[in-house]
Structure formats: structure tokens, C-alpha cells
């Protein structure tokens, strides 16, 4: 069984460093439905997986220039308050009920099946963009815009695990749709980390982290991640937003079913 948790961990790492997409949404799943761990603990073991993974992701994709700096401090600037009032929300009142999850799951896998058609149809949404500059947020609207989603990922990352790659994806694309595709994996991959360390450190406190688990996946990740991260500016852009387009629809299939 160890030596199938490294194998997984390698592939979703690999995943994340080319996409900046598939930690929690892949993950998640994969712990829970493959192999029977259950719900509370493959949040709080992936969310730590995700920190500690994506911080090698991080490391690499700012070595090769492809991290937006100021889009990930206005990510961050939503995120982790939020994150910290849900950890705080959960301890108190508890985690939420089966039919409020599976609402946040639908919820998030429709946002995943934007994130593809904005993928997909992106020099369209450029050429249109350029066409109507009016219709595109600037300056304090676009900072408003992306706190505020980074604030909304904060209480949903929190919660399940998911949506720090496939929301951030989404928001990536659909505010700054000029942004390179190596550049949204970068600045994806980025800001989820001090997101992810706080919700993790919340799980911790929750005592819904298992470290044996953990451990076998960090051994295949790592590498995996920064082998990805390594590969995803050297990747055509065509083919980058092919795989994109294609991990994103494995994975709103995978929440919906």
C-alpha cells in the first residue's frame, strides 16, 4: 500500500507543477474513494500534502519567473483571514453536514467546467478583451475582485481540501485572461501555499492529519511537482492548456460523481 500512496503522490505532483491544478480536487478523491480513508482525515492529510508539495512548486517556478507576485499577495490578502475564521468556525460548531458537502462539491465542480471553457476558449476571450477594454476590471476593481475570490477559497479550501487549484485556475483565467499559461500554474501554485499551511495547521488542531500518510505521498510528490514545475515553460502553450483543459475535466467529473 506504501509503495501505491508514492506512486499517487508522484502522479498528482506532476499534475500540480505542469497546472497548478489537482492536489485537493485529485487527491481528495483518490484517498477517500481508492483507498477508504476517511472524509475528515483525507482533507486534513491532503491539505498538509498540499502546503508542504507546493512549496517545492513554488521554489521552482520562481526560479524559472513564472509566479505573479502581486496577484498572489492579493490572493493571500483574502485567503488567510478567511481561512483562519473557518478553522475557527469548524472547532466550534463542528464540520458540516453530508448535504451542505455536497453542495460545495457540485459547486466546485461547475466552476472547474468554466475554468475549461475559459481555457479552451481563451485567445477568443483575449481577442475580446482587447476589443472591449471597458468591459475588463482594472486597477481597485480588479484588486476588489480578486481579495474577494481569494476570500471565498479561503472558507472552501478550508473546508474540503478543494478548490485552491481548480478555483484559483478559474479566477487566474477569467481575471487576467492575457496571463501565459505557465504563468497561472506559477501564481496558482503560489499563493495556495500559506493558504493550504493554515487550513493544514487547522486540521492539525483539529487532530485530522494522518502522518504515516502523509509521509508516503511526500516521498513521490516532491519530486513529482518539481519535475512538473520544471517542464511547464518548456511546454507549448498549446499542449500546456490541452493538459489543463484535460486534468480540469477529470476532476469536475471526479467531484460529480
Known amino acids: ?71 498572489v499577495r492579493l490572493l493571500c490578502y483574502g485567503a488567510l483571514p478567511a481561512a483562519l475564521v473557518t478553522t475557527l468556525g469548524l472547532k466550534l460548531f463542528g464540520t458540516l453536514d453530508k448535504e451542505i458537502g455536497q453542495i460545495i462539491r457540485y459547486s466546485i465542480a461547475g466552476s472547474v467546467f468554466l475554468t475549461v471553457i475559459a481555457i479552451l476558449y481563451r485567445s477568443k476571450l483575449v481577442a475580446w478583451i482587447n476589443a472591449h477594454p471597458e468591459r475588463q476590471l482594472q486597477g481597485r476593481k480588479l484588486a476588489i475582485a480578486t481579495v474577494t475570490a481569494g476570500a471565498v477559497l479561503g472558507v472552501l479550501v478550508t473546508i474540503s481540501s478543494i478548490g485552491a487549484g481548480a478555483i484559483g485556475a478559474t479566477i487566474l483565467v477569467l481575471l487576467y485572461p492575457k496571463m501565459p499559461a505557465a504563468h497561472v500554474a506559477g501564481t496558482d501554485i503560489a499563493y495556495a501555499v500559506p493558504l493550504t499551511a493554515i487550513a493544514a495547521f487547522g486540521h492539525w488542531y483539529l487532530g485530522s492529519i494522518d502522518w504515516v500518510l502523509l509521509g508516503s505521498l511526500l516521498i513521490g510528490s516532491l519530486p513529482g511537482i518539481t519535475l512538473g514545475s520544471l517542464a511547464a515553460k518548456a511546454v507549448p502553450e498549446k499542449l500546456l492548456r490541452g493538459i489543463l483543459a484535460t486534468t480540469l475535466t477529470l476532476v469536475a467529473c471526479k467531484l460529480v460523481m
Open 1 to 71: 500500500m506504501t509503495l501505491t500512496y508514492i506512486i499517487s503522490g508522484f502522479a498528482v505532483g506532476t499534475l500540480v507543477g505542469l497546472t497548478g491544478v489537482g492536489g485537493g480536487s485529485l487527491m481528495t478523491p483518490l484517498l477517500t474513494l481508492l483507498f477508504g480513508v476517511s472524509p475528515s482525515v483525507a482533507v486534513g492529510t491532503d491539505l498538509a500534502f498540499a502546503s508542504i508539495t507546493k512549496s517545492a512548486g513554488t521554489l521552482t517556478h520562481r526560479l524559472r519567473g513564472t509566479v505573479e507576485w502581486h496577484v
